[in-house]
T-cell receptor
């Protein structure tokens, strides 16, 4: 069973629009961590944010914001006023306390921002 | 500070051959993990090493092996290459092999098996 599901395969938005990337996870562990990574065309995964299962406080960092809801097992990521440089593949990942540092990645959402 | 480095950048091999990929973690990071990313998919966990010991292994055949050296660098070896082994191989490092630590990824090695 897929532990992390990113239902949106591809999204295209016009520059300056807001866009939300969805992530749904599945785990039986009570202690776990959620991450978002960005993968630009160069291929290197860039760490964006980490959230632990005990901290449902949502966060805003510049144009980025995250919405973590345990009740729906979702960890969504929003980019406000999108820019062309935001074009990349975005991955949601889960790590469980019982599994050490092993990450389970979703299949990614390819975001294209059109100028 | 230097990030995670990997070599080579690209590699072309023939079916049945052997390949060795190399990774140097961020200075101070003691844990190294390897992931395979097939085109259009998310990275899949292969191995994790910490203090030269294997701490985790994903669902990959025994043709895949790895090791970590005293300086915390690591090698991933793949024997008897198959066409399906063609992928981007990512190395990630973290300070400690705990689920709470984010992993920092290298640029990857693009392996093509013909």
């Amino acid at each position: 069973a897929q532990k992390v599901t990113q239902a949106q395969t591809e999204i295209s938005v016009v520059e300056k629009e807001d866009v939300t990337l969805d992530c749904v996870y599945e785990t039986r562990d009570t202690t776990y961590y959620l991450f978002w990574y960005k993968q630009p065309p160069s291929g290197e995964l860039v760490f964006l944010i980490r959230r632990n299962s005990f901290d449902e406080q949502n966060e805003i960092s510049g144009r980025y914001s995250w919405n973590f809801q345990k009740s729906t097992s979702s960890f969504n990521f929003t980019i406000t006023a999108s820019q062309v440089v935001d074009s990349a593949v975005y991955f949601c990942a889960l790590s469980e306390a019982k599994s050490g540092n092993q990450f389970y990645f979703g299949t990614g959402t390819s975001l294209t921002v059109i100028p | 500070d230097a990030g995670v480095t990997q070599s080579p950048t690209h590699l072309i091999k023939t079916r049945g051959q052997h390949v060795t990929l190399r990774c140097s973690p961020i200075s101070g990071h003691k844990s190294v993990s390897w992931y395979q990313q097939v085109l259009g998919q998310g990275p899949q966990f292969i191995f994790q090493y910490y203090e030269k010991e294997e701490r985790g292994r994903g669902n990959f055949p025994d043709r895949f092996s790895a090791r970590q050296f005293p300086n915390y660098s690591s090698e991933l070896n793949v024997n008897a290459l198959l066409l399906g082994d063609s992928a981007l191989y990512l190395c990630a490092s973290s300070f400690y092999p705990d689920s709470s630590y984010e992993q920092y990824f290298g640029p990857g090695t693009r392996l093509t098996v013909t």
